[in-house]
């Protein structure tokens, strides 16, 4: 299983049982591809969370890209 430093770094927090489960759950997904879609590529919540979940997936052997899309100018839909 392939261990990612970044993940690593919160086993303080969350205790080693807890990283275990966590890396035990990523083991499936590689292989997969996952693409992520935002409609911003900085700010709001989404945007900020996928900065710092993408490099950790990377590490992961999780292939996965975020696409972002815009917002149609009168309407705010895709």
Known sequence: MKRS???DRYQRFVGE???E????AAEPLSGLRILHVNTTAQ?????????AL????DEL???NTW???SLDD???LF
Request: glycine share 12%; proline share 3%; net charge negative.
């Open 5 to 7: 430093t970044m993940l």
């Open 43 to 51: 700010g709001g919540g989404v945007a900020e969370l996928l900065h």
């Open 17 to 19: 049982d807890l990283l």
């Open 61 to 63: 052997g999780i292939n």
């Open 67 to 69: 696409q972002v899309i």
């Open 54 to 57: 993408i490099p950790v997936m």
């Open 21 to 24: 489960r966590i890396y035990q």
């Open 74 to 76: 009168t309407s705010n």
